[in-house]
């Protein structure tokens, strides 16, 4: 596959605090870069490692790291200064009219999310200017990614209903010239970008729904409570209806350092292997190892990517089919799972809590539900294409 000039691929991985997304994410990429591929990493997480996982200084601004190879921490106070002035400058003021110092201000415009969606819109500047084959996003820890990927979502309401209130603002202002505003009057400008943000917003959301372009892989180590957050992180991006491709286990114990550590830690993390393989089967699994030393600059990395990827192409879309969706029709809420070599007759579901067990035959899916699902009776379930679709009540 050579992606060159026809499209960017976009991978995004993330999962719980310290798992290995940075290291991942700065393997992927310089695997990429070594193919042939124009690749770019960004970090999201306002916590930036990327700069000291790939050994180079970053900042703000877009930096070439190697050949083929570039970099960012996307930094939300530069970007309001220089990409989203208008926004930033209007917001500012307004603040300041509501009392607010203007240090403070200028702080506040930064609201959750913004990282990743500064990002969003470099992927659709990448994009349209055929820039970059691949570009590798390094998020933030999972609750807070799962916040921002619905971003589009959110920001459309949200824009929406700010764009009104201006709107509104300015034609109140009209129909009362004379009288002082206690509100700083948006510019036209500043209408203008945010019209701009909205139709922006649809393009970032089709490119993340695009599942031939952006997929996300879920990084985690063999753990009880990353395989738990990890399972969650799942259901939401389902939610969200994004296309998870694949999971990455890192942090195995080596085969071949038997010894080095107690045999205690291998059962466990046989147990572990199982109970990631019910919960995400039949997902492709992408695998690397504890390393004895830090992760950290080139040669390390090399060795990461080695592991994860063979000599196969880290860019590939892996699948575009959501093996996990969930989804309201006609009314009724359903969750339908990809199960392969399945029939009606062998299914059991269980639920307990916020856990949908499903057995067919000898095979085993654990689900965690979303908090929406959790206080709902399964209804039926039945087979259709090789998918069982779970209605609930
Ligand atoms: N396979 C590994 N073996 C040994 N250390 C690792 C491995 N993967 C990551 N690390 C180390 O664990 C720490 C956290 O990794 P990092 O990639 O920053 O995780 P995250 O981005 O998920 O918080 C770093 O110090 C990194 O060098
Ligand atoms: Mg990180």
Redesign the pocket.
């Known amino acids: 596959m050579h992606l060159s000039g026809e499209r960017t691929r976009v991978i995004i991985y993330t999962?719980?605090?310290?798992?290995?997304?940075?290291?991942?994410?700065?393997a992927t990429a310089l695997r990429c870069a070594k193919l042939g591929y124009r690749t770019i990493a960004m970090s999201t997480?306002s916590a930036h490692?990327l700069a000291?996982?790939l050994d180079v200084p970053l900042t703000g601004e877009i930096k070439k790291v190697g050949k083929n190879l570039d970099a960012i921490e996307v930094d939300v106070i530069h970007e309001m200064e220089t990409r989203w002035q208008e926004i930033g400058k209007y917001l500012s003021d307004f603040m300041v009219s509501q009392g607010l110092d203007p240090i403070s201000s200028k702080e506040m415009t930064v609201w959750p999310g913004m990282e990743l969606m500064s990002a969003l819109f470099y992927i659709e500047e990448f994009k349209k200017a055929g820039e970059y084959d691949v570009v590798v996003m390094?998020t933030a820890?999972t609750a807070e990614t799962l916040r921002l990927l619905s971003f589009p979502d959110t920001a459309d309401w949200y824009f929406d209903k700010m764009y009104k209130i201006f709107k509104n603002t300015v034609r109140l202002a009209r129909a009362t010239v004379g009288k002082v505003m206690s509100m700083p009057m948006p510019t036209d400008a500043f209408l203008n970008d945010l019209d701009h943000l909205k139709d922006r917003m649809k393009t970032v959301r089709q490119i993340l729904l695009d599942s031939e372009t952006t997929s996300v892989r879920l990084?985690l180590n063999p753990e009880k409570m990353v395989i738990n957050e990890t399972k969650r992180a799942y259901t939401y991006l389902s939610l969200y209806n994004l296309t998870v491709e694949c999971i990455v286990v890192?942090?195995l114990l080596p085969e071949d350092a038997r010894g080095h550590y107690p045999e205690v830690k291998y059962e466990e993390q046989s147990k572990y292997m199982q109970m990631i393989e019910e919960s995400f089967s039949p997902l492709k699994m992408l695998k690397?190892?504890?390393?004895?030393?830090?992760?950290?600059g080139k040669k390390s990395l090399e060795v990461?990517a080695e592991q994860l990827f063979g000599d196969t192409d880290p860019s590939q879309v892996y699948t575009t089919e959501k093996s996990m969706e969930i989804y309201s029709k006609d009314g009724v809420d359903q969750l339908s799972l990809k199960l392969p070599f399945s029939s009606k007759d062998q299914v059991e579901l269980y639920k307990s809590n916020d856990v949908l067990i499903v057995t067919v035959g000898w095979y085993k899916r654990s689900v965690a539900l979303p908090y929406s699902l959790v206080k709902k009776e399964v209804r039926k379930a039945e087979f259709k294409d090789g998918r069982l679709v779970i209605s609930f009540k």
Do not use: C
Not at 15 to 26: D, E, M, N, P, Q
Not at 288 to 296: A, G, L, P
């Open positions: 999962g719980k605090g310290g798992v290995g997304k940075t290291s991942v994410s700065a997480d490692s000291d996982s390094d820890p990084v890192n942090r690397s190892y504890q390393s004895s030393t830090e992760v950290v990461l």
